[in-house]
């Protein structure tokens, strides 16, 4: 079965880090670029960051919220994809979800179901 | 800024009726359009790719068109299922991405 399960959610202070982790099961990681995408609460679906392939060069895209504070990286040989959230803000709360991606002509074709982060004093 | 703007905010209708929800590019996104279906407590799923290619498994009452600015997700004839938030999604600039504020479908 094709499954990604993230984990490493949880309550975090403002200004502190946290990483969390997707992983991969059911499908060749390598072959596929890996997505994180987030829904803060009542809010709709926001776009964190994407990682391409090893083979395109593996680099990364992120949103503009996210720029420059949150780092995301991959362990092929372990099917795992991260996101390094760095500088958290409040508005970085919501549920974190990571996702299958295969180039621009298809979409997130595989979801997990999703981690929350809850940032606050 | 290519921003994306789905309209209407919220769909009142009754199962049986037919969806039209609209999703408008500011610049011309050509046919790199996706839609998703979100449930509330489930994860996000893959509607249509392409602008109008069903994913696997999704049923035909669901279909999508257009290209450049202008897009529509139609459901021919809604089921009790199909009740949730509907995002489109921009691509044209893959691998940076861009979702659309969402239409929520709600029974009337």
């Known amino acids: 079965e094709v499954q990604l399960v993230e984990s490493g959610g949880g309550l975090v202070q403002p200004g502190r880090s946290l990483r969390l982790s997707c992983t991969a099961s059911g499908f060749t990681f390598d072959d596929y670029a890996m997505s994180w995408v987030r829904q803060a609460p009542g809010k709709g679906l926001e776009w964190v960051g994407l990682?391409?392939?090893?083979?395109?060069?593996?680099?990364?895209e992120y949103g503009a919220s996210v720029k420059g504070r949150f780092i995301i990286s991959r362990d092929d040989s372990k099917s795992i994809a991260y996101l390094q959230m760095n500088s958290l803000k409040t508005e970085d709360t919501g549920v974190y979800y990571c996702?299958?991606?295969?180039?621009?002509?298809?979409?997130?074709?595989?979801w997990g179901q999703g981690t929350t982060v809850t940032v606050s004093s | 800024e290519n921003v994306l703007t789905q309209s209407p905010a919220t769909l009142s209708l009754s199962p049986g009726e037919r969806a039209t929800l609209s999703c408008r590019a500011s610049?011309?996104?050509?046919?790199?359009l996706a839609w998703y279906q979100h449930k509330p407590g489930q994860a996000p799923r893959l509607l249509i790719y392409g602008a109008s290619n069903r994913a696997p498994g999704i049923p035909a009452r669901f279909s999508g068109s257009g290209s450049g600015t202008d897009f529509t997700l139609t459901i021919s004839s809604l089921e009790p299922e199909d009740f949730g938030v509907y995002y489109c999604?921009?691509?044209?600039?893959?691998?940076?991405?861009?979702f659309g504020g969402g239409t929520k479908v709600e029974i009337k």
């Open positions: 990682i391409r392939r090893k083979d395109f060069g593996g680099p990364t």
């Open positions: 610049q011309s996104v050509s046919h790199f």
């Open positions: 999604q921009k691509r044209s600039n893959w691998p940076a991405l861009t």
């Open positions: 996702t299958r991606e295969v180039d621009i002509d298809y979409g997130m074709d595989v």
